[in-house]
C-alpha cells in the first residue's frame, strides 16, 4: 500500500506543479453601457487574471478583442497592449452595420493552448488547402473563449429619441417555424458521471427546446424494467431537477417519460455501468461526500483517493479505504477550499478517472463590498455637475485597478447577458455553456439558490482544466508560449505555376491528375462549370512539394519614414520573429529567399518585377494566423429580450440595477418568405488585397492571385463550407451587376448544363445581358484594380449545423468586385506585401465641461456620461470624479467593475 499511495501522491503533485507552472488565463471586458445604437462607440476595458492566484495576469502582455455581427462574420480585430493584465479600447459601430445582438470575443495568444478541439467540416473542404497541416489549422476551434452578447439598435430617426428598433440584416430567404411535433432535448446527469449497478444514483437533468428554451413545471417519470415507475420528477429552476434511483439495476433500461403540448416523448437514460463508484455530495458548514462503489469492485491494487481542485490547482487529496465495506464518507471543512467553482476527482493509481463532479464552495470572504461610491442624487437637472466620491475599503491595496461608468439609466437596457467582473470570475468562466443572469446566484445564499447553483454545476459535462492531462495521463501540446512583445509567425513553402491563363470567352483545358483523362474548365465569361468545382488539392495537388531545404525569410517593415528589415533562416520551413514595437497600420513585406544576409533581402526586394503582381514569388511565404475564425452559436437567452417574470429574476432594491420598466423593443425583418436582394448592408466588407492576404495565409492558394478560383477561396475563407457535403452557389458581380452565363452561339444551355452534372448549383441570370470591353473585364482580374469586395449572403456561420440549412433551398453566396473609381489602382507585388494592424491607440472618452454656463441651443445626447477606464486613487484609496449631466433631467446609473491587487473582484451597480 504505501508504494500505490506515493503513486497517488505523485499524480497530485504533477497536477499541482501543472496548475503552478501553466496556469490559465481569464478575461473579462467591462463596457460602458449595457446596449447601443448604430453611430455609436462602445468603451471597454479588459481585465485578464491568472487561474491559480485570481490576480492580474504578469504572463501575456497582448490581448486580442474582437467585434463579431449577429450573423458571425468579423467586424474588427483590436490587438491591446497589456502592461499590467488591463488593457482599454473602442469599436464604432459604423452606419453601415446593421441592428441585432452583437459579440465581443476577448483571448489571450495562451488562452489558445487550452480547450482546442476540430471545427466540424465537410471532408471535401479539406482539399481546399495547400497542405493538410494549413487545413488543420483552419479548423481548429476552441471551447471556452471569453464572450460578451449586447444588443445594437438603429440609428435613431430623430436625434436624441432613442427609439429601440431593431432591423435585422436583410435577406432574401427566410426559414419557416418547423410545425408538429416540437423537438425538445432531455440530457441526464448522473452524480459522479455515470450510473453504476447496485448503488443509489443521484441524476440530474435539464429539458429544453431545440432552441434551448428551459422548460419548467414539466413532470417526469423514470420508468423501469417492464416499464415499472422508478423515479419521478418535475422540472424547476431554468428546466432542471434531480431524481434518485436506488439499487441500479444492470439491465433495467430506464427511460424517461413525460409530456409536453399534448405529445408524448420517451427518452432513455445512460447505460448502466456494472462497476465503478457512484458519490453524493451535500454541503453546509462542511463538504461531505458519500462515496458507494459497485459489489464487484473489491480492489484497488494502486489505491484510491479523492481530489478537490479549484482553479486548477489542488486544494485537498484523501486517501480512500473501504475496507470490506461499500460506503464510506469524506468530510472537507470549507476553509481548506476556495470560494468558486471546485472540481471532485475519484481515481487511482494509474490515473483512471472512477467518479468526479463540479460544485460551488462559498467561504463568504467575497461577500462584502470592495468599493463605496457617495455623492449619487437622486436626479439630476440639464447640465447639472455631477460629483462622485470612490473610496475603496482596503486602503492597503494600493494595487487596485478600476474602471467607472456613469450612464442614462432611461436608455439602459437588461439583458440575459448581465455578467459581473465577480459572476465571471468565480461561475461563468468555469461553465462552457452561456449563463444566462449569472447574478441571480450570488443575490442570496439560502437553501434555493444553493440548490439551483448546484444543479447548474451538475448539469456541466465540459471541463476546464483537463485532470488526466496535468496528470500526465493524456498529451498535451503547448503551441504558444505568453505572448510578451509583438512577434510574427510563418511558413515558406514551394510555389507552383499556375495553368496558363486564357481569352475571355475562350475554353480551355488542364492536364488532370489522371494522366488517362483530361479536365475542360471554361473562363467566367463562359461559365467555369468544373474548373470552379475543383478545389486547390485537385488542381495542383502533384505539383505541391515539401521545401527540401531551408531558406532565408526576409522581412521589411516600413511606418511613416522609419523602416527596418530582419532576416531569419527557416527551421523545418517555420519562422519566428519578434517585430519592431508597432501601433497603428505597418507596411510588412515578406520574401523567400536562398541567399544570405540583408543585402540579399533588399536585392530580391528591388530587383525586376517586384511590383508586378503576374511575377511568380520564388517561394509561397505565408503567415500562421492563430486567430478563433469560427463564431460560437448563441443560447436561446442570448439574444432574447429580458422578461422579468422569468423563474430565476428576483427584484432588489429600489435603486437596483434590475428593478426598472423594460422599455418595448420593436424586431423587423423575421417574417418568411422571400424577397429581392438588398445592396445596403453586405455580410462582409474587405479590402482586396486584404482578402487575397487572407486567402494565402489560410493556404486556400500558393501566394499567388488567379482571378478563375478566387471568388471560391474568398467565399470558402468567409463563409467556410457551411457544413455541407456538396457545394453551394456562388455568383459573380461587377460593380454591382450580375454576369449573364454566355453560352457559345447555337448551343442548347439546358443540354449543356445536362452534361455537366456536378454538385453544384448552376444558375442562368434573366437580367439583361452585361458586357463590357475586354479591357474592362481584364481589369476585374487584377489586384491592382481592384479596390473593395462586397459579400452577400442568406448563410450566417453562428448557425452552422442548423436545421435551416438542412433543405433543398440552400443559401447562395454573391461575391461583387468593385473597382479604384476614377481608373485608380494601387500597387501590387510579386511576394507577400501586408498592411498589418499593431496596437490599437484609444483616444480619451469625451466629457464636456458645462462649468459655464452652456448656450440656450446646445442639445447633449450622451447616453454614456462618463467612461474612466481606471481611476485614479490617492494614498487613502480615495478618488474625486466630476463630470456634468446631458441635457434633459436624468436619473444616472453608476457602475464600477475592476480586482483588487490581491485578486478580489470588485463590483459596484446602482
Known sequence: MPQALSTIDSLHLKIKKWGTYLPQEKVYLHLDNTCYFTGDTIWYKGYVTRSDKGTLTDLSKILYVELLTPDGFLVERQQLEMPNGTANGAFTLTDSLYAGYYELRAYTRWMLNFGQYEHPHAQWSEDAFYNKEMAKDFFRDYEKLYSRVFPVYDKPKETGHYTKDMTLRPLRRYFKARKGKPELELKFYPEGGNLIAGTDCNVALELNTEEGEHLENVEIDILGSQDSKTAQTRTGNRGRCTFLLNNVGTQEGYKAVFQYKGHDYEVKLPEVKEEGIALQVRQDTLLKIELQRSEGLTDFPEGLALQVMAQGVPQTLQHIDFGDKRKTNVTIPLNELRTGVNQITVFDGKGKIYADRLCFVNRHDYDSARIDIHGIEPQYEPFAPVTLNLKLKDIQ???????????????????????????????????????????????????????????????????????????????????????????????????????????????????????????????????????????????????????????????????????????????????????????????????????????????????????????????????????????????????????????GYIPQ????????????????????????????????????????????????????????????????????????????FIQEQYDGKPLN???????????????????????????????????????????????????????????????????????????????????????????????????????????????????????????????????????????????????????????????TGKGIPIVYKK
Open 397 to 647: 491595496d494600493t494595487a487596485a485597478s478600476v474602471s467607472l461608468a456613469v450612464r442614462d439609466r432611461a436608455t439602459e437596457e437588461l439583458t440575459y447577458d448581465n455578467g459581473t467582473m465577480l459572476t465571471e470570475m468565480l461561475l461563468a468562466s468555469e461553465i462552457k455553456g452561456f449563463v444566462e443572469n449569472p447574478g441571480y446566484y450570488f443575490e442570496a445564499d439560502d437553501s434555493m439558490h444553493r440548490r439551483d447553483l448546484d444543479l447548474l454545476l451538475m448539469v456541466q459535462g465540459w471541463r476546464r482544466y483537463e485532470w488526466k492531462e496535468m496528470a500526465g495521463i493524456e498529451a498535451f501540446s503547448l503551441r504558444f508560449l505568453p505572448e510578451k512583445s509583438q512577434t510574427i509567425k510563418g511558413q515558406v513553402n514551394h510555389t507552383y505555376s499556375l495553368y496558363k491563363d486564357n481569352d475571355l470567352g475562350e475554353e480551355a483545358w488542364i492536364t488532370a491528375l489522371n494522366p488517362t483523362s483530361s479536365i475542360d474548365f471554361y473562363t467566367t465569361e463562359k461559365c467555369a462549370w468544373t474548373y470552379r468545382n475543383k478545389d486547390l488539392q485537385d488542381l495542383y495537388g502533384s505539383l505541391i512539394k515539401k521545401l527540401d531545404k531551408d531558406v532565408n525569410v526576409f522581412a521589411s517593415f516600413a511606418q511613416g519614414n522609419q523602416s527596418l528589415n530582419l532576416t531569419q533562416k527557416t527551421t523545418n520551413g517555420h519562422f519566428y520573429m519578434i517585430t519592431p514595437k508597432f501601433y497603428e497600420a505597418c507596411i510588412v513585406d515578406l520574401i523567400g529567399t536562398t541567399k544570405g544576409g540583408k543585402a540579399a533581402g533588399f536585392t530580391e526586394l528591388y530587383k525586376k518585377g517586384y511590383d508586378n503582381e503576374e511575377q511568380y514569388p520564388n517561394y509561397y511565404v505565408k503567415l500562421d494566423l492563430f486567430y478563433p475564425k469560427f463564431p460560437h452559436p448563441y443560447g436561446y437567452y442570448q439574444d432574447l429580450v429580458f422578461n422579468k417574470t422569468d423563474s
Open 653 to 728: 432594491d429600489s435603486n437596483s440595477f434590475f428593478n426598472r420598466h423594460l422599455p418595448t423593443i420593436n424586431i423587423s425583418n423575421k417574417r418568411n418568405g422571400m424577397r429581392k436582394l438588398d445592396l445596403d448592408k453586405p455580410a462582409v466588407v474587405m479590402d482586396a488585397y486584404e482578402a487575397f492576404n487572407l486567402i494565402s495565409d489560410y493556404g486556400l492558394n500558393g501566394g499567388k492571385h488567379d482571378w478563375r478560383t478566387f471568388s471560391r477561396q474568398l467565399a470558402f475563407a468567409t463563409v467556410g463550407d457551411m457544413g455541407l457535403d456538396r457545394r453551394y
Open 741 to 899: 452565363l454566355k453560352i457559345s452561339q447555337g448551343t442548347d444551355y439546358r443540354k449543356a448544363l445536362n452534361k455537366h452534372k456536378w454538385d453544384v448549383q448552376i444558375e442562368v441570370p434573366t437580367a439583361p445581358d452585361f458586357s463590357n470591353s475586354k479591357g474592362i473585364m481584364k481589369k476585374y482580374r487584377l489586384l491592382r484594380y481592384l479596390d473593395k469586395i462586397y459579400i452577400y449572403t442568406d448563410y450566417a456561420p453562428r448557425e452552422q449545423g442548423s436545421w435551416k440549412y438542412a433543405q433543398d433551398n440552400q443559401p447562395e453566396v454573391i461575391i461583387d468586385y468593385r473597382l479604384f473609381p476614377n481608373d485608380g489602382y494601387q500597387r501590387t507585388y510579386r511576394d507577400r506585401h501586408y498592411i498589418l494592424r499593431g496596437y490599437a491607440v484609444c483616444e480619451d472618452f469625451y466629457s464636456p465641461d458645462y462649468s459655464r454656463k452652456p448656450l440656450p441651443d446646445t442639445k447633449d445626447y450622451r447616453r454614456t456620461l462618463l467612461w474612466i477606464p481606471e481611476v485614479k486613487f490617492d494614498e487613502k484609496g480615495e478618488a474625486t470624479v466630476r463630470l456634468f449631466n446631458n441635457s434633459k433631467q436624468t436619473v444616472i446609473s453608476v457602475e464600477a467593475e475592476g480586482i
